[in-house]
């Protein structure tokens, strides 16, 4: 079975205090949902196309087990925290 990444682009950060409330209940939230933590960083150069300034990327056992840790209560209480906080994409690419 393929793994799965959940790779987070944050475009733009309107207000960090969101996001640091989101990040205390999000990290605990993904890892208890089998998350492994690969990157996440504002330390980020660019190559091509727009910088962004934040990026996060997640490696899960199977795209199964991501969309399951996303949809999880946990995550869900900790995405609310975030609310307007952001501008990002996030979405799940499967591994080879």
Same mark, same amino acid.
């Given at each position: 079975m393929a793994k799965a990444y959940l790779i987070s682009i944050y475009i733009e950060i309107h207000d960090p205090e969101k996001l640091k409330a989101y990040a205390v209940d999000a990290l605990p939230a993904m890892q208890a949902n089998g998350a492994r933590f690969l990157a996440r960083s504002t330390n980020i150069e660019g190559m091509e196309g727009q910088i962004p300034q934040r990026a996060v990327v997640l490696e899960f056992e199977?795209?199964?087990? #991501?969309? #399951? #840790?996303?949809k999880s209560e946990e995550y869900k209480a900790a995405l609310a925290k975030l609310e307007g906080g952001v501008d990002r994409q996030l979405f799940l690419v499967e591994g080879l």
């Open positions: 199977s795209m199964e087990a #991501a969309k #399951a #840790a996303y």
